[in-house]
């Protein structure tokens, strides 16, 4: 069957053509009008910003780091320096094969293994964009090689960087402490401060001791450079330079010369020394044995040395002059002779037995005096010459805890004396609310004061614990006639621009309200132990009048009854020994705290650092063998003083 003829229709055709057409034209149209709108956007609104973006890749900031500030001691000499020298440093970013490029480096330069353990710890700590060090100071000659051969090496630069130097290294190093390569922490502390703006570019911030506390002052202001740069991000010409502002200078109220001495006189024995000017708080030598050297953890401690450093059993890491607490043996009979005398215990003409043995009233327990025989009939002033155990436990036991706590705590014991350093312990005044807090989570037997608590206490022994940075505070009041000043290490801020100095005044903090009277009494008792007492022999051919206290403080108890034998203990279980003195004593000039630890009697030990210390600085007496001096310092181990209550 035939199919049936289609017609076109024409007509219809060109409606569906014209219809295609207008929406293609619109299509274009609104094409041009997004474009249009675009290029108004990008080139007419946005004009600005993308103008300082533009602008921004041509010109880079790169921050010019300041010179840290000196610190140097009273006399001017120089503790902690800055010194340039070359690095090799590496971006890993930049390198394709970083083994291959360590493995070449090699033959150019001497790379030890702790720098590359440093560097594996760096590279896991830092981001992959920044430049690491893979070898600090460099010498001429490795620089050289490196450099000639850089175009080897893309992603490996040499740089000529500061680096800190603390020239003393041990003798200073629980003073200035150190500065370390900026971590997180110390990033996040910079943000919360609102500091990060001053750090662009900075390596290293101070960790501990004063270059951590005076950081501000010693660290100084960044600066900037406007450099213009190509395509490739290379350095095309210098537009604008900000200089930095560096650090200011610390100067110091220590003395170098007497810090080693006293290190020296202090040979391999552990222990510390604080002396401090009595009419200033400005101190004069701050030791603590053994030490560390600082210039290690510049660019950051590797890990075995780190372990070696905390493992050391003689804890080289302890600050402990500020840390360290320690019972003060007789040599805090002194202040509670002023207690004594302050609260009307005793007075100065009282004369009161002083026998072998003092028993706990109502009890049989024995507290016994180092002279088996007693000393006899004495009064306050020949005890604290002759250190008698047995008259100060029962001045304690008559005056009781709640006497002694308030009249102690003048002399800063159990607080802190606010050091310009962080990290100071508080110690242990102790007192009936203080026993109850320690004891606070044990049966309340255990929390209660019992009145034989107070009996030890009274000879330095039992629960008091006192650093020696407070014991050289305390003796610098009793030496002041109780004027009290803040201790202080930092005594001028000098201005790198001007020039000029802030200097820290040594402004009296409070007057101790005790009657002079009382003062010149005790001090004239101390002035007795170097001349008829415990430290007579150690006084012979003294040209200045010294006052001073020797103490044995004890570290383990022993049983009643039982006789201590030093000899038959562990090192470290033996008696510390302390010394306290000042001099000259109407005018005094230098205080002085002195523990030297587990080295027994004070007068044998510690009493002799003190005595040949105060001829150098007073005097100006350098003796010629130290340890010989000290073996041949004539000293009194027998009358030393009884602090061993059995």
Do not use: C
Not at 325 to 338: D, I, L, Q, V
Not at 633 to 642: C, E, L, R, S
């Amino acid at each position: 069957m035939p199919q049936p003829t289609r017609f076109k229709n024409p007509q219809a055709e060109d409606s569906q053509f014209q219809l295609r057409l207008i929406v293609a034209y619109a299509l274009i149209v609104l094409m041009f009008l997004v474009l249009l709108t675009r290029f108004i956007w990008l080139q007419v609104l946005q004009h600005e910003h993308f103008s300082t973006l533009a602008q921004n890749n041509r010109i880079s900031l790169v921050p010019i780091l300041p010179n840290r500030g000196l610190i140097l001691d009273r006399n001017g000499v120089v503790l902690a320096q800055n010194y340039s020298a070359y690095t090799l440093e590496l971006t890993p970013s930049k390198i394709a094969d970083l083994a291959a490029t360590e493995a070449e480096l090699r033959k150019l330069v001497d790379i030890t293994p702790r720098d590359e353990r440093q560097f594996k710890r760096l590279l896991i700590e830092s981001k992959n964009f920044e430049s690491i060090p893979l070898k600090t100071k460099l010498s001429e000659e490795e620089a050289a090689r490196v450099a000639a051969q850089s175009w080897r090496f893309p992603g490996v630069e040499v740089k000529a960087r500061l680096f800190r130097d603390y020239p003393f290294k041990e003798m200073t190093s629980h003073v200035l402490g150190y500065i370390g390569r900026i971590n997180q922490r110390d990033k996040e502390r910079l943000e919360e401060e609102e500091k990060t703006a001053n750090y662009k570019g900075s390596n290293y911030i101070g960790k501990t001791g004063l270059e951590a506390v005076y950081e501000d002052d010693l660290h100084g202001k960044v600066g900037f450079e406007e450099v213009e740069t190509d395509s490739g991000g290379r350095a095309v010409r210098s537009l604008r330079r900000t200089p930095p502002v560096n650090g200011n200078t610390l100067k110091l109220a220590l003395d170098i010369r007497l810090q080693e001495m006293a290190d020296k006189l202090f040979g391999n024995r552990r222990g510390a020394l604080v002396a401090i000017e009595p009419s200033t708080g400005g101190v004069l030598a701050f030791l603590s044995k053994p030490g560390f050297d600082p210039n290690l953890f510049i660019d950051g401690i590797d890990t075995q040395t780190w372990t070696n450093l905390n493992n050391d059993w003689q804890k080289p890491m302890i600050n402990r002059a500020l840390r360290g607490t320690y019972p003060p043996g007789s040599t805090f009979k002194p202040f509670m002779a002023m207690a004594a005398l302050e609260n009307h215990a005793i007075g100065m003409r009282d004369i009161r037995p002083a026998p072998g043995y003092f028993t706990l009233p109502g009890s049989s327990h024995q507290f016994r005096d180092s002279k088996k025989a007693g000393n006899g009939m004495i009064n306050l002033q020949r005890a604290i010459e002759v250190s008698s155990d047995t008259f100060f436990y029962k001045l304690a036991w008559d005056m009781g805890i709640d006497k002694i706590h308030p009249a102690l705590a003048q002399f800063g014991l159990g607080s802190k004396s606010g050091i310009d350093l962080d990290g100071e312990s508080i110690g242990v005044l102790p007192s009936k609310e203080w026993k109850a807090r320690r004891f606070s989570r044990y049966k309340e037997e255990f929390r209660r004061w019992y009145p034989a608590d107070v009996v030890s206490i009274g000879i330095g022994q039992g629960f008091n614990a006192y650093t020696p940075l407070q014991m050289a505070n305390a003796t610098a009041i009793l030496a002041n006639d109780g004027q009290v000043f803040k201790p202080h290490l930092v005594q001028q801020v000098v201005d790198t621009r001007s020039g000029k100095a802030r200097i820290i005044e040594p402004m009296p903090i409070r007057q101790i309200p005790f009657k002079q009277e009382n003062f010149e009494y005790v001090k004239r008792g101390m002035e007795g132990v170097m001349t008829r007492g415990t430290g007579a022999r150690l006084g012979v051919g003294l040209q200045y009048p010294m006052a001073g206290k020797t103490g044995t403080a004890q570290v383990v108890q022993i049983k009643q009854g039982a006789k201590y034998n030093a000899a038959a203990l562990a090192e470290q279980y033996r008696d510390h020994s302390w010394f306290i003195a000042f001099a000259p004593v109407d005018k005094p000039r230098i205080a002085v705290a002195v523990i030297v630890e587990n080295a027994g009697f004070g007068a044998a030990a510690a009493a002799p650092i003190v005595r040949a210390l105060f001829d150098y600085y007073l005097l100006g007496k350098v003796p010629k063998d130290i340890e010989g001096t000290l073996k041949t310092m004539p000293t009194d181990t027998a009358n030393d003083n009884a602090d061993l209550p059995n």
